[in-house]
């Protein structure tokens, strides 16, 4: 595990808490607004979820 | 439904499991698989999730997700720290978590049993709150149509409970205990709970695409449908989220921390691991996982809320709207599920634990009982682990039956979380800090684990009535900063996240203040240095920092009677055949006693093979040669270091030099250029001149007296040119210092000299010469071209009939002072300064006829400079001026 690689899996954490704690902050809005009745923060956190786990992967491909 | 049913189902499903078990253990490839590896992971979704999960959303919404977004957003760390866990434990046959922490902090017997005990003290609620769930889904499935009133709380041999237990107990002795060292794996475990993870997941699936897709009409229709209701705000309150938004952290946090530190969850990812690189595979793969079994969560209590309100228990919502709407088999199907999530949390978890009980605390509280060694030891360790397997499932079937029943899932598997989080320091430090010692840890270890059970277990016993509200209502010995749920004053946070905050603070800064005050035993010096560079230790194949020895018949002896005759000579030839050796000397060397205790701890922890071997093993003295080797290698380094760091300040002197030289170099060329700039300008303003006169004279028929004229301007112009030229040939010259000739003349000849040169141009201008001569010792010809140039400037610059020229002499101590004093026109007061530099030529000049080369000053101050002199001017309009020369003696 070389130090480029370590820091991509620090930023990745780092992003993902961004990711998902942010709705804590804007969950009035996120409630409010839906799409085909769906609220915005369930569609948000599915979205948020996949996208995590996909560099996830990315990052798994990429060690040796 | 048939109670006889539903029983044959659950049983008739772990049966099933066991032969499947038995199948798998013969094909290693599966069972050994990254498959497999990344499913028994998953053993972190439990009945909590199946069961617990929906009753959380249905309380408060997103609630329940930090449970799995812990992990998932620590799923990276599983490259880093789990990698690094795997390689440490492997290399040095690590059988548990206290195992790994114990060895870690110089093999702390103590630590250890501290541990051990935290482990178990929060498994066991775990356990229980599995055996609630599984009691609760026999209960919806046998009792439907169900009523409000219905009693979850049955007699204990009533309870099916009681006999999944036995069976999970069953499973755990037959598959889970068959080898006495753990590390070597049990392929048939992890094919049971790989198998099981596949199973829960499917059944969710199934169940809640059911509910979503069949029974209602999507989640559009769900979500529009639950609007529409007026039920949300008291029940599905998402703005419950913002107000405990730090409980979403906090429970995040300690999510993370349960899936790398629960006893089961380390024993599947770091114990059951048969190959590293499967870390890559599950990394992505549980968070998946934990997406798939999770995201339907919302639907299903949303829909559960809109059929039963509260009349229901929301924790079994699931199973209730399946049955609500007749999908009887679909419901078997996620009770089958619901047990598998169960089971397989049971199962890896008596296998852990008894694993750590027995070899943390059994065994060696047994080996010190006994004064000999305890015959085939190797053999009986299995009997106590399927003894303990039984002594937790008993006391885990205890604590449900008084305390769990009264509470629900999620609320009693976060106070387990929040525990076993206290052990997170312990590790995390253990493997990144050198500093970490055995005395720093323990005290973390006793103030977290107590501010964990006085703000969380012990408030609920409050509640039970077990102990006095009082408690609760003004904390401990009536101090109010000590009241359980507002700690140190702390209102703002609700248990879970006060309780974790605090607990885990107190840990690391205990833990941090302890290790760095109190001394550390060369032991856990040497374990350091394995835990935090396992990789070097690994290419080596060296187990220890610590030179060890032991009488080679006492470890033959005490290794027989443990191993038998037979396993020992077994592994007598493996060691022979590894390391190449032929004979045994009469001590058993380093490496002999850390392979056989890397053998032994495998089978019965480090704290058991400590007790066994420690009357033996001695610590070896350094010998010299080594010293000197640790000594030389060490003052090597540090000479290298030196060195590197003394070429590194050189080259930045160099550099520093080579930057000013580059911008004197740089100053020198702009001066250059300005130099040939001026010069240049200089000389064409004459020959310009001389050029279009002789062109007059060529072209035109002038006057005789007009061309006498133009021909005293051609020589005028002529002889400045040649000033000019002369002067810079001067600045060349004094470039050169080599051209200084030193002697000792008389400054008042030198001077009458000056003037005799420039008769020709007095006029009838006063002179007053100095009346006292004073002798100077230096470059009389340079200070005479200084005096021809001040003294010419003064003629030059004053009426040829009111002129008045005075030349002083004086001297000091430290040199003389020539003093030539004009009555002329004088120079600007604020252009005095400017006068020394090349080329510069008074505001006032130019009115005249007397220009210069500007030139003669700038040339006179620089000789002065290199005489050890100095040039000083005093001057004003219409006033004069006054030159002061400045000799050093």
Avoid at chain 2, 664 to 676: G, R, V
Wanted: proline share 3%.
């Amino acid at each position: 595990m070389n130090d480029k690689t370590n820091s991509k899996i620090y930023i990745l954490i780092f992003l993902g808490a961004i990711l998902f704690f942010s709705p804590l902050v804007n969950i009035d809005v996120l409630i409010k607004e839906k799409c085909y009745s769906i609220p915005l923060i369930y569609l948000y956190i599915i979205f948020c979820w996949l996208a995590y786990i996909f560099f996830i992967y990315r990052i798994s491909e990429t060690q040796a | 439904m048939s109670q006889l049913y539903i029983i044959l189902i659950g049983f008739g499903y772990l049966l099933l499991l066991l032969l499947f078990a038995f199948l798998f253990r013969k094909y290693k490839t599966i069972s050994n698989s990254k498959y497999a590896y990344a499913l028994s992971l998953c053993v972190y979704c439990t009945g909590w999730t199946f069961y617990g999960s929906i009753g959380k959303a249905a309380e408060s919404g997103f609630g329940y997700l930090g449970v799995y977004l812990g992990p998932t957003l620590a799923a990276p760390l599983m490259f880093i720290v789990l990698s690094k866990t795997i390689k440490i434990s492997k290399f040095l046959r690590i059988s548990s978590l206290a195992d790994f922490i114990s060895s870690r902090y110089g093999k702390d017997a103590v630590l250890g049993k501290i541990v051990t005990l935290l482990c178990v003290m929060v498994a066991i609620p775990y356990i229980s709150i599995q055996l609630k769930a599984l009691n609760i889904s026999y209960l919806v499935l046998r009792d439907y149509p169900i009523s409000n009133n219905i009693s979850y709380h049955t007699g204990i041999f009533n309870d099916p409970a009681l006999y999944f237990g036995i069976c999970c107990a069953l499973i755990s002795s037959i598959l889970g205990i068959v080898k006495a060292a753990p590390t070597d794996g049990h392929r048939g475990v992890v094919s049971v709970i790989a198998l099981e993870s596949i199973f829960k997941l499917l059944s969710f699936l199934i169940g809640a695409l059911t509910i979503i897709f069949i029974i209602n009409n999507g989640l559009t229709d769900i979500f529009h449908k639950f609007e529409t209701s007026g039920l949300g705000k008291p029940n599905f309150d998402l703005t419950l989220l913002k107000a405990s938004g730090n409980q979403w952290f906090f429970i995040a946090l300690i999510s993370a921390c349960a899936f790398y530190l629960l006893p089961r969850q380390f024993h599947m990812s770091v114990v059951e691991n048969s190959d590293v690189k499967h870390v890559r595979f599950a990394s992505w793969m549980v968070p998946l996982y934990f997406f798939l079994i999770s995201i339907f969560v919302i639907p299903i209590a949303l829909s559960g809320i809109l059929k039963f309100g509260n009349a229901v228990l929301p924790d079994s919502f699931l199973l209730n709207i399946l049955l609500l709407e007749g999908f009887n088999l679909i419901a078997i199907i996620v009770f089958t599920g619901g047990v598998a999530a169960c089971t397989g949390m049971i199962i890896s978890s008596l296998i852990s634990l008894s694993i750590m009980l027995s070899n943390q605390i059994v065994l060696p509280l047994l080996l010190k009982m006994k004064s000999t060694v305890v015959k085939e030891l190797e053999v009986q360790v299995l009997q106590y682990r399927r003894l303990m397997i039984f002594v937790v499932l008993l006391l885990s079937f205890l604590f449900y039956k008084f305390y769990a029943v009264n509470y629900s899932l999620v609320s009693i598997g976060l106070i387990s979380f929040v525990g076993i989080s206290q052990l997170m320091p312990a590790f995390l430090l253990g493997l990144y800090w050198k500093h970490a010692n055995s005395t720093g840890v323990k005290s973390g270890l006793i103030v977290g684990i107590v501010i964990w059970a006085y703000t969380l277990p012990v408030s609920n016993l409050i509640e039970m009535g077990v102990l006095t509200s009082s408690l609760l209502e003004d904390g401990l010995f009536g101090l109010s900063f000590l009241k359980p749920h507002e700690l140190f004053g702390i209102q703002s946070m609700d248990p879970i996240s006060l309780s974790t905050f605090t607990s885990l603070t107190a840990n690391i800064l205990t833990t941090c203040i302890i290790s760095l005050v109190s001394s550390t035993k060369p032991l856990e010096f040497s374990q350091a240095d394995i835990f935090l560079q396992p990789d070097k230790y690994i290419d080596q194949n060296q187990s220890s920092l610590m030179q060890i020895e032991a009488d080679f018949k006492k470890l033959l002896n005490i290794l027989s009677s443990i191993l038998g005759e037979d396993k020992l000579k077994k592994l007598l030839e493996k060691y022979k055949m590894k390391y190449g050796i032929k004979t045994f000397d009469d001590y058993a060397d380093t490496q002999l006693i850390n392979y056989m205790q890397n053998y032994l701890s495998g089978s019965l922890g480090s704290a058991a093979t400590n007790v066994l071997l420690d009357n033996i093993v001695k610590l070896k003295p350094v010998q010299p040669d080594q010293l000197y080797k640790i000594v030389g290698q060490t003052n090597e380094l540090f000479q290298y270091a030196q060195a590197l760091e003394q070429k590194r300040d050189e080259l930045k002197l160099m550099s520093e030099q080579l930057s000013d030289a580059n911008n004197k170099l740089l100053y020198l060329d702009n001066l250059k250029n300005e130099f040939i700039s001026n010069i240049t300008h200089e000389l064409r303003t004459p020959v310009t001149s001389i050029r279009s006169l002789a062109e007059s004279l060529d072209e035109f028929e002038i006057a005789p007296e007009e061309q006498a004229k133009i021909l005293s301007i051609i020589k005028s112009e002529s002889e400045r040119m040649a000033n000019l030229i002369n002067q810079v040939l001067d600045l060349r010259k004094l470039e050169l210092v080599d051209s200084i000739q030193m002697e000792t003349f008389s400054v008042r000849k030198l001077i009458i000299s000056v003037i005799e040169s420039q008769k020709s141009l007095l006029g009838n201008r006063g002179l007053l010469l100095p009346d006292r001569d004073i002798y100077l010792n230096s470059d009389s010809s340079k200070l005479h071209q200084v005096l021809i140039n001040i003294i010419s400037n003064a003629i030059k610059f004053t009426d040829s009939e009111t002129g008045k020229i005075e030349i002083y002499l004086s001297k000091i101590k430290e040199g003389v002072f020539i003093e030539i004093k004009d009555n002329g026109q004088g120079i600007p007061v604020d252009e005095v300064p400017l006068v020394f530099d090349r080329f510069f030529q008074a505001s006032n000049i130019s009115k005249t006829h007397h220009k210069g080369t500007g030139l003669g000053l700038s040339i006179s101050r620089d000789i002065l400079q290199l005489l050890n002199g100095s040039l000083t001017l005093e001057s004003e309009i219409s006033r004069g001026s006054t030159f002061t020369i400045f000799i050093n003696t």
